[in-house]
């Protein structure tokens, strides 16, 4: 639904143009301003002499009646229009759009990218098929009717097609009409025959209209095109056939003759219309007929099609239900109000949701309506935008030069602060100082008990390892006992590398009665300036703390129960040691060559590296 306060409704058919100016009146009703015709009489093809006479009597009906309103609603000739309906299956309704471009591909006669086209859901049949309205333009047509407009001075708003605009025509005015009404419009190239019926609507497009009666009459006079034009205006009506005298104009009586034959042209085909109607589409037979379109208004068109139809005839009145100004001569709008349906269902756009609303103007050119009519906020926004920038830097300016002021008093306040600021440093260093000191007296109270601890564990790890070891020998043995004890004892500084993944036996280590390297002399923070290799891994640097214990031991030779208990008891041990809280599990392992002896021996050594989880300061 389009909204304004006035505007123009135009209606560019084959033969003329009719213009109406109309405005929506405070109680909401649809008011006729003025209202006027141009013919266009011999100009019969889309020449561009046909636009410019179309610019020129637009301009001309405009001013003559005082049209002041430039945003336009226009409905096109139904001979521009490709139009069709088609049913489709129940579907989806998230379908329904896809399902309707295919149809269109398939009956619209030109690619669709080079139409513009849209499509209306008219209802549900009995079937539950949808009935749909399918419309096509070519797009160089709804160009040539955007460059008319813009000469003309017009901003074309929405572009509609004659049975859409018939249809909300007829709804409005006659929509208390029973049983099932036709309409047939005659224009000047085709002709709409539309029937209405509870709701329903169905719509045919004819390739007959009253030019098909001049251009006979031209074949036969020999005179040009608007010659006879004017002729059938003037001096032509219907023929009513049998025992009539024929007039006395020999161009009367042709051109009588010839719409006759025309008009049965035409009513065979509105014939075929109505049995498809009833046929195909499930329709009623029709009740009445409406009369409407120009052509319509030839005398004894109403006789003939009631004679032939055998139903009621009567012209259609699409200003039933619209007011109209005061000011206008009702006389003259009388004798054109049939030709003005598609006006006024142009009008109802701007008026109300209607029951057929198409617009077949380029998505291009809506958005391009959609940004104009926002320009105003567009502008409002960026004066907004200026005022809050403006009302922002003078905001800003304030507020620096109050940041100014308080920054100037600030420095009053910290400069007698900062005269002690050396003395504040000076004592934060020796507080700093003071502290790391009290950490290393309490790490060293700490530490003092960390060796007993040691001790301890280590006796642990000696005792659970002669359990474990008596306990397996004495399924052979029943008073087995067994005895593992340390020998002697070395500390080292220095990193050693991981043992390697999956050891089973005691790596070759140097002995482990030789001292560890002495830490350098001198160097800061205790740190020594040497490096050592231990076991063939790679330099470490020596620090000032003990990270590694390697240990001498002896144990009580069991060859004599069992060949491999010298090894199992070193090997419980070890994993004693691994398992201990005090211990690096992934760096502790045997690390000396398994004393191998016979049974005579009392007893055998081996060596084991521990690596500590917290080292020892020294």
């Not at 849209?118 to 009717?145: H, M, N, P, Y």
């Not at 231990?534 to 330099?539: M, V």
């Not at 390697?550 to 199992?568: E, F, W």
């Not at 084991?608 to 300061?617: A, F, G, N």
């Amino acid at each position: 639904m389009l909204n304004a306060k006035s505007f123009l409704c135009l209606d560019l058919g084959a033969g003329g143009i009719k213009a109406a100016e109309f405005e929506v009146n405070e109680a909401g009703a649809l008011l006729l301003k003025q209202f006027g015709t141009k013919s266009l009489a011999g100009l019969t093809t889309n020449e561009p002499a046909r636009e410019t006479a179309i610019i020129a009597a637009i301009k001309e009906l405009v001013a003559e009646r005082g049209m002041g309103s430039k945003a336009a609603n226009v409905c096109t000739s139904g001979s521009n229009v490709f139009s069709k309906f088609v049913k489709l299956p129940p579907v989806d309704s998230s379908k329904v759009a896809q399902i309707i471009e295919y149809e269109a591909k398939q009956n619209v006669p030109f690619p669709l990218e080079e139409v513009v086209w849209d499509f209306q859901i008219l209802g549900t049949a009995a079937s539950g098929e949808l009935e749909v309205l399918l419309v096509a333009i070519k797009r160089d047509v709804v160009e040539g009717l955007f460059r008319t407009a813009e000469s003309a001075g017009l901003n074309l708003q929405l572009l509609d097609v004659s049975p859409a605009a018939l249809c909300n025509a007829f709804r409005y005015n006659y929509g208390d009409a029973e049983g099932c009404s036709m309409m047939l419009d005659i224009g000047a190239k085709t002709s709409n025959v539309l029937f209405f019926e509870k709701g329903k609507v169905f719509s045919r497009s004819i390739n007959i209209g009253a030019n098909a009666i001049t251009q006979d009459f031209v074949n036969e006079s020999k005179l040009s095109f608007a010659e006879a034009d004017a002729v059938k205006i003037e001096k032509g009506f219907v023929s009513l056939g049998g025992a009539y005298e024929e007039p006395e104009d020999p161009h009367a009586a042709a051109i009588s003759k010839i719409a006759r034959q025309v008009m049965t042209r035409l009513h065979i085909q509105v014939n075929q219309t109505i049995q498809f109607y009833r046929g195909q589409q499930g329709g009623s037979a029709p009740a009445r007929v409406f009369l409407a379109g120009g052509a319509s208004i030839l005398p004894y068109t109403a006789q003939f099609f009631a004679d032939k139809l055998n139903l009621p005839v009567e012209y259609f009145n699409p200003f039933r239900n619209v007011q109209v100004n005061p000011g206008l001569q009702i006389a003259d709008l009388e004798k054109v109000a049939h030709c003005f349906g598609e006006i006024v269902g142009l009008a109802l756009r701007n008026l109300a949701h209607c029951p057929v609303e198409l617009n077949l103007m380029p998505k291009s050119s809506i958005q391009k309506q959609q940004f104009s009519a926002k320009r105003p906020y567009f502008a409002a926004m960026v004066l907004c935008l200026v005022l809050v920038v403006f009302a922002y830097g003078y905001f800003y300016d304030r507020l620096v030069d109050v940041k100014k002021i308080e920054l100037d008093r600030f420095k009053a306040e910290i400069a007698p602060l900062k005269a002690n600021d050396a003395t504040l440093r000076k004592s934060q260093s020796a507080l700093k100082k003071g502290k790391e000191q009290g950490d290393q007296y309490v790490t060293w109270i700490e530490d003092r008990t960390y060796w007993t601890e040691l001790l301890a564990e280590l006796r642990r790890a000696c005792i659970q390892t002669e359990l474990l070891t008596a306990n397996a020998l004495r399924s052979r043995q029943p008073n087995a006992e067994a005895g593992v004890w340390i020998e002697s004892m070395a500390v080292q500084t220095t990193d050693l590398p991981p043992a390697p993944a999956g050891t089973n036996q005691p790596s070759a280590q140097p002995d482990p009665n030789a001292p560890p390297p002495a830490p350098a002399e001198g160097a800061e923070g205790g740190a020594a300036a040497g490096r050592s290799r231990i076991a063939g891994g790679p330099a470490g640097p020596v620090t000032n703390q003990i990270m590694f214990i390697k240990l001498s031991l002896r144990g009580v030779n069991q060859v004599k129960i069992s060949p491999s208990a010298n090894s199992d008891m070193a090997f419980k041990l070890e994993a004693e040691l691994k398992n201990s809280p005090m211990f690096d599990p992934d760096r502790t392992s045997l690390s000396a060559q398994l004393e191998t002896v016979d049974e005579n021996a009392l007893t055998f050594g081996f060596g084991v590296t521990l690596t500590l989880k917290r080292p020892i300061r020294y």
